[in-house]
């Protein structure tokens, strides 16, 4: 079977649910399954993971069924062409970048992919960048691995702007 078309922007389960219905001629929905929590297959390349999938009550199946897929390394979802350079801008935690980066990489990582961190201010340094670690959680569905990211601050270095740092002396005029 050639790899099948697959929207990563749709939400973690729609993404299996479609999977599951390409390779099975089905047609699952969101209110037909649930998923337990994926297991790393270890020392496994393809499939890399298994997930048990759980009927829901009342959907006209019963029962589970074990499914073994392949979890995408996250730094594998950027190309060459596409920039890993995201603006800081108001945020504060890596979690405030997440509605860009999905944009910019053309998925949808949930909070309960990647694990949340502060993002680092460096207030009078000489550069307005720096690195950050967007760490995929085991229990992500979709994703494994780390992205290294370049966060741009919205910093400006005091150089940059007070270019003549010798001033004239003051003088002061008295009130007649």
Same mark, same amino acid.
Do not use: C, W
């Given at each position: 079977?050639?790899?099948?078309?697959?929207?990563?922007?749709?939400?973690?389960?729609?993404?299996?649910?479609? !999977?599951?219905?390409?390779? *099975?001629? /089905?047609? &699952?929905?969101?209110?037909? @399954?649930? =998923?337990?929590?994926?297991?790393?297959?270890?020392?496994?390349?393809?499939?890399?993971?298994?997930?048990?999938?759980?009927?829901?009550?009342?959907?006209?199946?019963?029962?589970?069924?074990?499914?073994?897929?392949?979890?995408?390394?996250?730094?594998?979802?950027?190309?060459?062409?596409?920039?890993?350079?995201?603006?800081?801008?108001?945020?504060?935690?890596?979690?405030?970048?997440?509605?860009?980066?999905?944009?910019? !990489?053309?998925?949808?990582? *949930?909070? /309960?992919? &990647?694990?949340?961190?502060? @993002?680092? =201010?460096?207030?009078?340094?000489?550069?307005?960048?720096?690195?950050?670690?967007?760490?995929?959680?085991?229990?992500?569905?979709?994703?494994?691995?780390?992205?290294?990211?370049?966060?741009?601050?919205?910093?400006?270095?005091?150089?940059?702007?007070?270019?003549?740092?010798?001033?004239?002396?003051?003088?002061?005029?008295?009130?007649?």
């Amino acid at each position: 079977m050639d790899q099948p078309v697959i929207d990563y922007t749709e939400e973690p389960e729609e993404v299996l649910i479609d !999977l599951i219905n390409i390779y *099975n001629g /089905t047609r &699952f929905t969101a209110g037909h @399954l649930f =998923f337990g929590m994926p297991q790393i297959l270890l020392g496994a390349e393809n499939p890399n993971t298994s997930l048990v999938v759980y009927a829901k009550k009342f959907s006209g199946y019963k029962g589970q069924v074990t499914i073994r897929y392949q979890r995408l390394e996250i730094s594998t979802q950027v190309s060459p062409e596409e920039s890993t350079i995201f603006d800081i801008g108001s945020a504060v935690m890596l979690s405030d970048l997440i509605p860009a980066i999905n944009t910019q !990489l053309g998925v949808n990582l *949930n909070p /309960t992919d &990647f694990l949340d961190a502060p @993002l680092q =201010f460096r207030p009078g340094g000489e550069t307005n960048t720096y690195q950050q670690s967007l760490v995929m959680l085991d229990y992500s569905l979709l994703y494994k691995g780390t992205l290294i990211m370049t966060i741009r601050t919205n910093e400006i270095a005091l150089t940059d702007v007070v270019i003549k740092p010798v001033l004239s002396a003051f003088s002061y005029t008295p009130p007649t």
